[in-house]
């Protein structure tokens, strides 16, 4: 928290900056630092100690905690709510509106812990041996914090802005976004109107072990959900007499062949950026390979090298399959009516549902069975080159001049899509640089954000913000 000192001359100082020009208020501002490191980790502490494990999410909680400090800033916010208990808030900065609006997006949810692998109390908040652990410190209560503090630093410096900056923390990513940012984007249009651009959790920051920025990864799209469920039906019988064309033995031989199918390698541009971008902090003979994309993936042992040693950049050049759910009889001596299977296809960012599932039915080669969508979402690429990827290009340039920016194509989704199918640049993006070992703790046990990286990405983030949106 700052102290009460300098809340007392912040309107003074707020008179005197309304009596100068623009261009003078938005030279060289800056927030004090020292206080807002402070603050950016006692906020954290104290999100991170608010519940909100989805299921069942609770983000009410979260959306009146933010709300708590917004209204003490004076800033006026909404909160409705999607279901009972299921909070959203947002909360608008107005600039001149010369350029549209950019969004700060934020889920409150969090995935469930198992206690007892935790060394410390996941609900915590607790800052010890230089991180700051619990459910939410990386994903993503940390950029939720840093988006609320880059959004308090231009409303407590008055800094004029050229366009507006929304704030928005919604529920439910964890399960899909449908009640949170899903809801936002159908039932809520005001909430984001005028918006062009929007920064959420995604692509990844990579740190080495001793905690120094290797490269700050960029996400313009992420891989699509193709969701099936496969239903096949037979005659039933008795166990003791086997049925040669049972629903169970259609589904199992119409498995087999999608356990076998070999998905064409497919580069699309991003992931070609992607791997361009990334080459340089790769060992060899990988730096190579990804330097000349085009021309690894013509070797007739590309596959084979990518599936066995590389199976993440195999999941990204490729329309993915993952067998999953099982259902069939509840008796052991009864050959059931109907046998169904559920898929977890995940699709490049050029194929619709449709074109997938005709894909499915061919592979299968079996019109008895059903095919059914359970969950997808039209893909969408954001543009790179636009002002918002030149801000953040010059920030990472000017706080960490040894680290680079790399693009990245999330193999996973986050609630982007929901924006970015609207026509808004929508980018994942992490300030936080953290190890590989760190990473792995999110959705697991003991995740924990190094302090220090978190509040050099509560820097990274204001100055990519203040960047973007002040009148220059
Ligand atoms: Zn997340």
């Excluded at 409150?108 to 007892?116: E, F, H, K, N």
């Amino acid at each position: 928290m700052r102290s009460s000192a300098v809340r007392f001359v912040f309107p003074l100082i707020a008179v005197l900056a309304s009596a100068l020009p623009a261009v003078a208020q938005s030279k060289n501002a800056a927030p004090d630092w020292p206080a807002v490191d402070k603050e950016a980790v006692q906020r954290l502490s104290d999100y991170i100690r608010v519940n909100t494990t989805n299921p069942p999410g609770n983000e009410i909680l979260a959306a009146q905690w933010y709300a708590k400090i917004l209204k003490a800033e004076g800033i006026p916010y909404e909160i409705a709510e999607s279901a009972p208990g299921r909070g959203n808030i947002v909360a608008r900065l107005k600039g001149q509106g010369s350029e549209p609006a950019l969004i700060l997006l934020n889920h409150m949810d969090v995935v469930p812990v198992t206690r007892a692998y935790w060394t410390e109390d996941p609900f915590s908040g607790l800052v010890k041996d230089g991180y700051l652990w619990g459910r939410g410190s990386i994903d993503m209560k940390s950029l939720g914090i840093a988006e609320l503090l880059s959004f308090l630093e231009l409303h407590r410096m008055h800094v004029p802005l050229k366009r507006d900056v929304i704030f928005l923390g919604t529920a439910d990513e964890e399960a899909g976004g449908k009640m949170g940012a899903g809801w936002v984007a159908k039932d809520k249009p005001e909430w984001y109107r005028g918006a062009g651009f929007l920064i959420t959790e995604g692509a990844g920051s990579l740190a080495d072990d001793s905690g120094k920025p290797i490269y700050f990864g960029i996400g313009p799209t992420e891989k699509t959900p193709g969701w099936l469920r496969l239903t096949a039906k037979g005659r039933s019988g008795h166990g003791s007499i086997p049925i040669a064309d049972s629903a169970p033995n259609h589904l199992v031989a119409a498995l087999d062949r999608l356990r076998q199918y070999r998905s064409p390698l497919e580069l699309t541009p991003p992931i070609e950026a992607m791997l361009r971008t990334h080459a340089p902090y790769e060992p060899e003979p990988w730096r190579t390979r990804f330097a000349d994309p085009k021309k690894f993936l013509a070797e007739p042992d590309a596959y084979d090298l990518l599936a066995k040693e590389r199976p993440e950049i195999l999941a990204r050049l490729t329309n993915t399959i993952s067998i999953t759910g099982l259902k069939g009889s509840n008796k052991t001596n009864i050959i059931p009516t109907e046998a169904s299977a559920e898929l977890d296809c995940r699709l490049l960012p050029t194929w619709t549902i449709d074109r997938w599932i005709a894909q499915v039915q061919k592979i299968i080669d079996d019109p008895s069975i059903k095919v059914e969508t359970i969950l997808n979402f039209a893909p969408a690429v954001s543009p790179m080159d636009t002002p918002l990827d030149a801000s953040i290009d010059k920030a990472v340039h000017e706080l960490d001049p040894g680290a680079g920016v790399v693009q990245s194509v999330d193999s996973g989704f986050t609630d982007s899509h929901y924006f970015r199918e609207k026509g808004i640049v929508s980018y994942g993006f992490e300030p936080f640089a953290i190890t590989r070992e760190d990473d792995e703790r999110v959705h697991g046990d003991n995740e924990r954000i190094p302090v220090k990286n978190y509040t050099a990405g509560v820097r990274l983030l204001w100055n990519i913000v203040y960047d973007f949106s002040r009148t220059k």
